[in-house]
T-cell receptor, first 114, second 116 residues
Framework: DTAVSQTPKYLVTQMGNDKSIKCEQNLGHDTMYWYKQDSKKFLKIMFSYNNKELIINETVPNRFSPKSPDKAHLNLHINSLELGDSAVYFC?????????????FGSGTRLTVV | AQTVTQSQPEMSVQEAETVTLSCTYDTSENNYYLFWYKQPPSRQMILVIRQEAYKQQNATENRFSVNFQKAAKSFSLKISDSQLGDTAMYFCAFMKQGGGADGLTFGKGTHLIIQP
C-alpha cells in the first residue's frame, strides 16, 4: 500500500483554468504539507497543516489553497493557473509538528500549464 | 530562517567507488534534525538518513553514513561501494526541533551519477 498517494501524477492544463491535486496518506499522520519543486529541482514549502492550524508560506499566491476534508487528506486547489505554476508538487505527511523522523513524501504531481 | 547549501551541483563516480556529498547549513538553533533525501528518476523522495543535532555519534544506514560537524555546521553524506541504483538527486535538509513554519528546509541538491 502506498503511504502517501497523489493524483494525478501528470496534469496538463491551459492558462486560466482551475485545477486540484489530491493527496491521501494512510500512515495515521496528523500533519500534512505541500511542497513545490521548480524546474531547477529546488523544493520549497507551500503549506503546513494539521487539524487545528494552517501555516502558509508568505510567498505562495492566494490562488493556491489547501483543503482538508479529514485528517488523511490534504488537497491542493489552484485557481487561474499561470505559466509560472508549472512545477512538480509534492504532498508529504508527518506525525505532529515535531516530525523528528522527517516527512513521508508522495511521488509528486507534474503540473504543466500551457 | 535557516539556509542549507549544497555546493556540488553534480558529481560522477565509477560503480563501487566511495563518494562524499557536501552540505553546510546556517542556523541559530541549538536543537535540530538533519536529513538526506534521495530523489531517483522516478521522482519519489526517499529518506536516506537522519541525524539528531544533540547526538555526537554519526548516523549510519548500511552503505550510507554521515560526517556531522556541529560547530562547523557541516553534514556530509558518504556512500560506500556505490551502485548504479544510487544514481539520483540527493537533497540535504534541515528542520529545527518542533518543526514550525519553515518545515523541512532543503538545499538545492546534488545530482549524483554512478557510472558502470
Amino acid at each position: 500500500d502506498t503511504a502517501v498517494s497523489q493524483t494525478p501524477k501528470y496534469l496538463v492544463t491551459q492558462m486560466g483554468n482551475d485545477k486540484s491535486i489530491k493527496c491521501e496518506q494512510n500512515l495515521g499522520h496528523d500533519t500534512m504539507y505541500w511542497y513545490k519543486q521548480d524546474s531547477k529541482k529546488f523544493l520549497k514549502i507551500m503549506f503546513s497543516y494539521n487539524n487545528k492550524e494552517l501555516i502558509i508560506n508568505e510567498t505562495v499566491p492566494n490562488r493556491f489553497s489547501p483543503k482538508s476534508p479529514d485528517k488523511a487528506h490534504l488537497n491542493l486547489h489552484i485557481n487561474s493557473l499561470e505559466l509560472g505554476d508549472s512545477a512538480v508538487y509534492f504532498c508529504a505527511s508527518s506525525q505532529g509538528w515535531q516530525a523528528d523522523y522527517g516527512y513521508t513524501f508522495g511521488s509528486g504531481t507534474r503540473l504543466t500549464v500551457v | 530562517a535557516q539556509t542549507v547549501t549544497q555546493s556540488q551541483p553534480e558529481m560522477s563516480v565509477q560503480e563501487a567507488e566511495t563518494v562524499t556529498l557536501s552540505c553546510t547549513y546556517d542556523t541559530s538553533e541549538n536543537n535540530y534534525y538533519l536529513f538526506w533525501y534521495k530523489q531517483p528518476p522516478s521522482r519519489q523522495m526517499i529518506l536516506v538518513i537522519r541525524q539528531e543535532a544533540y547526538k555526537q555519534q554519526n548516523a549510519t544506514e548500511n552503505r550510507f553514513s554521515v560526517n556531522f560537524q556541529k560547530a562547523a555546521k557541516s553534514f556530509s553524506l558518504k556512500i560506500s561501494d556505490s551502485q548504479l541504483g544510487d544514481t539520483a538527486m540527493y537533497f540535504c535538509a534541515f528542520m529545527k526541533q518542533g518543526g514550525g513554519a519553515d518545515g523541512l528546509t532543503f538545499g538545492k541538491g546534488t545530482h549524483l551519477i554512478i557510472q558502470p
